[in-house]
């Protein structure tokens, strides 16, 4: 009889323990987003022209890759993943269906490159505007943020030729 309440007693410990781990490794995950977002910002547009393009530096800070599946927006009707290829000396824009972040990498979102294009604004947004982008993860996550819209001259010096988005 004692050697059996010793063991369920042993086996409480080790159940105990293994929460207690699971609990101080949930913690840490909570702590330290998948991913971190440095420098967001988006491009005014002209007036009239119904879709702004956001920009930002994504970079994955956990060991296993990192998918955007949407950005929602709730000043925007539609948004939709895009990259800026350029064919036969032309530059044109791709919709995908995600973007993928490897593990320990960083993804550049920037003009002439892959960007967040947000369309159809509810209302006129002007630089100095603040837009509230919500970006959900494969995994289930929301990374929720502020993003300032800047004027289009703000990536001229690194892009000259990349008159579209
Ligand atoms: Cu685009």
Do not use: C
Not at 86 to 112: S, Y
Not at 124 to 150: M, T
């Amino acid at each position: 009889m004692i050697t059996r309440t010793r063991t369920i007693a042993s086996i409480g410990i080790a159940v105990l323990a293994a929460v207690y781990g699971w609990l101080i490794a949930n913690a840490d995950a909570a702590t330290e987003p998948p991913l971190q977002i440095e420098t967001p910002w988006i491009r005014e547009s002209p007036p009239g022209v119904p879709a702004l393009a956001a920009y930002m530096v994504l970079t994955n800070n956990s060991d296993a890759a990192v998918q955007i599946k949407e950005i929602t927006s709730p000043l925007f009707a539609k948004t939709e993943l895009h990259e800026t290829i350029q064919k036969d000396g032309v530059a044109m824009m791709q919709a995908r269906k995600q973007f993928v972040i490897p593990a320990r990498k960083t993804m550049k979102l920037q003009p002439g490159g892959y960007h967040i294009m947000l369309l159809n604004p509810q209302q006129p947004l002007r630089a100095g505007d603040k837009v509230p982008l919500a970006i959900l993860l494969d995994n289930g996550s929301k990374i929720a943020l502020d993003v300032e819209v800047h004027p289009a001259s703000h990536d001229k010096p690194h892009n000259m030729s990349h008159g579209g988005h």
